[in-house]
């Protein structure tokens, strides 16, 4: 049993080493992708909630959307909200590369 466990660990690190090819992609696949989906939002959630795709949202630069992850976000306009992301889940530079990643799909 306890060699299957590794096994397994060691399958998922490297996994998470081939997603990890774009920087912060990989986390947003884990974290963002359920609602996000590839930035067009089109997922259940997605729909549920009136997420708007990335693409073509000039406002979103990267101070808006790391505040997006630290404070969450709560649209004023009936759209649903987002929590905040948990800080245990990334740390700084993590959250840094996940910024960076939307910011490419708002392109
Ligand atoms: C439970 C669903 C859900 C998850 C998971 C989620 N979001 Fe969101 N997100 C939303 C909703 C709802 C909005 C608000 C609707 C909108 O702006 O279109 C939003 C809005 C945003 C915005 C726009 C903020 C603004 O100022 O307009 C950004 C950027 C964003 N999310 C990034 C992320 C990132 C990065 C992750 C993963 C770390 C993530 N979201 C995970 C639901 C989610």
Do not use: W
């Not at 009936?78 to 700084?92: Q, V």
């Amino acid at each position: 049993m306890k060699r299957l466990i590794i096994a397994l660990s060691v399958t998922f690190a490297t996994s998470s080493i081939a997603l990890a090819d774009t920087p912060g992609m990989a986390d947003f696949q884990r974290l963002c992708k359920t609602c996000h989906g590839d930035g067009s939002a089109d997922t259940v959630m997605g729909k549920k909630l009136k997420i708007r795709p990335y693409k073509g949202r000039a406002e979103l630069d990267k101070a808006r959307i790391l505040k997006a992850l630290t404070n969450g976000v709560a649209p004023a306009d009936g759209r649903g909200e987002m929590k905040k992301l948990d800080e245990k889940k990334l740390d700084a530079s993590q959250r840094d590369a996940v910024a960076d990643y939307v910011l490419s799909l708002t392109k």
